[in-house]
């Protein structure tokens, strides 16, 4: 992402990228672009959009162009091998949440479901292996390819109210964006359960594989694909304590919810969102949120 703000201010110059934020602001073909993904989390790479902090205003700029899509990406996974774990994670769950909400969204479709559940199987296989081996370049390997493959499939379908919450916090108490993703997902899901009930459930799947999905009632695997995604965090938090509430960043003040709810109602993702979301609904997930 801070490559393509950077490629937006080299071919198009001046200093101001916040100038240049909206979707068609850039009207012509930035200079050749080639990246090098250094996380596996993102997707930056086979995306269109970009998201840049702005500090001073507490908020998160959004880009979004076709100019924006790199020419060529080399996914290497040798460049993750010195993660430390806790980004390891973070980004892994960040790549899952893209995948999980474009399999949920609104504008979900079958080129998105193919990406998306690919996707959600590597990651769910390979991501604990990693955390506990971090030189596993096979596993390495495979959260990299799932990344991309998020990647792709949220920029053929769209994400929904976790990346609204998230990038709301991110933006007001500056928080990783991968560890807000992994924080809001399960509770997003509780909220929108009764809208997203059929494809969630087909989600166990993926998430958990045959064995677990045919053993569990149809009836039930909506809320087991929850409970299985809060079990990879709960792992995850054991190996690296990736924070699983707001109250354990301990950089979140139970004050700024409701500053949060209304940054996140102006976000662009929450039109895509399943459920209709209220600012009572926003608050009532970030309080669930909460601790």
């Known amino acids: 992402e801070t490559g393509k ?13 916040a100038k240049y934020s909206g979707a068609g602001v850039l009207k012509h073909p930035l200079k050749p ?4 993904p250094t996380t596996a989390g993102t997707g930056s790479e086979v995306t269109s959009v970009a998201v840049i902090t702005d500090e001073k205003k507490g908020l998160k700029l959004p880009f979004t162009s076709s100019f924006l899509l790199p020419n060529a990406a080399i996914i290497d996974p040798r460049m993750t091998l010195t993660l430390p774990p806790h980004i390891t994670a973070a980004t892994a769950m960040d790549a899952m949440t893209h995948a999980t909400e474009a399999f949920t969204c609104m504008a979900k479709n079958p080129l998105s479901d193919a990406y998306a559940t690919a996707a959600i199987k590597k990651i ?30 949220f920029s053929n379908s769209m994400v929904g109210l976790v990346h609204s919450l998230g990038h709301a916090t991110g933006a007001i108490c500056h928080l990783p964006h991968g560890l807000c993703m992994s924080l809001y997902l399960p509770y997003v899901l509780e909220f929108n359960l009764e809208s997203i009930r059929e494809p969630l459930g087909e989600l166990l799947l993926y998430i958990e594989g ?3 999905y045919s053993a569990t ?3 039930r695997r909506a809320e087991a694909s929850i409970s299985a995604l809060r079990q990879l965090r709960d792992a995850l938090h054991k190996r690296c304590e990736l924070p699983r509430t707001l109250k354990e960043t301990g950089k979140v003040l139970e004050s700024q919810l409701e500053l ?3 940054v996140a109602l102006d976000d662009g993702s929450i039109m895509f969102n399943p459920r209709e979301v209220s600012r009572e609904d ?3 997930v970030l309080k669930r949120a909460w601790a």
Request: glycine residues 6%; aromatic residues 4%; without cysteine.
């Open 5 to 17: 703000a950077v490629n937006i201010l080299v071919s198009e110059g001046g200093d101001d990228i």
């Open 33 to 36: 672009f080639f990246v090098v």
């Open 124 to 153: 769910s296989r390979n991501l604990l292996k990693v955390m506990d081996n971090p030189k596993d370049e096979t596993g390495r390997l495979e959260l990299a390819q799932a990344s991309t493959m998020a990647g792709i499939a």
């Open 210 to 212: 045959p064995e677990v």
């Open 217 to 219: 009632p149809a009836a």
């Open 260 to 262: 949060i709810a209304d």
């Open 282 to 284: 926003a608050m009532a």
